[in-house]
């Protein structure tokens, strides 16, 4: 069964750092609470794949999710998929390509994480995540 194994929010957009967290409140039209990175109502939260992170040797958090997965592929998630984490719901909404900022992080990581970087998703349920929550698809 798939996992939360990181959850993590942005103090300010484009701060480069991403702060980790037990666990966060996902608020319905604006993302995980205190996360810079929300853009509603498409891009409140990015679910990336464990698996992913380490193809590409990369720590959870590092590329800026907000919610890290283990034990499931979220690139297959097909966009309007819900997704039920701890006591929120998610519908997912659209793939996040990869953007130039990953290069900061490693020069050609860009390219690494095509059709890894993970599927947004905004909040239909308002709820706690936390580290450990099981993940289910409804």
């Given amino acids: 069964m798939a996992s939360v194994v990181g959850v993590f929010t942005s103090p300010a957009r484009k701060s480069g750092r991403s ?3 037990e666990s966060r409140r996902a608020i319905a039209g604006q993302g995980l ?3 810079a990175h929300a853009n509603p109502p498409r891009r409140e939260v ?3 794949s464990k698996e992913h992170l380490d193809s590409v040797n990369v720590e959870p958090g590092s590329i800026r ?3 890290t997965v283990d ?3 979220v690139q297959q998630w ?3 998929q819900r997704v039920r984490a701890g006591s929120a719901e998610f519908e997912i909404t659209m793939v996040c390509d990869p953007c130039h900022r990953m290069d900061e992080l490693r020069d050609g990581l860009r390219a690494e ?3 890894k970087r993970g599927m947004l998703a905004r909040v239909v349920e308002s709820g706690e995540v936390a580290v450990g929550d099981a ?3 409804v």
Wanted: proline share 4%; glycine share 16%; with cysteine.
């Fill in 19 to 21: 702060d980790a967290h």
């Fill in 33 to 35: 609470e205190g996360c």
């Fill in 46 to 48: 990015l679910f990336v």
């Fill in 65 to 67: 999710e907000n919610i």
């Fill in 71 to 73: 034990g499931d592929d």
């Fill in 78 to 80: 097909p966009i309007g």
């Fill in 113 to 115: 994480l095509d059709g």
């Fill in 135 to 137: 993940i289910e698809l």
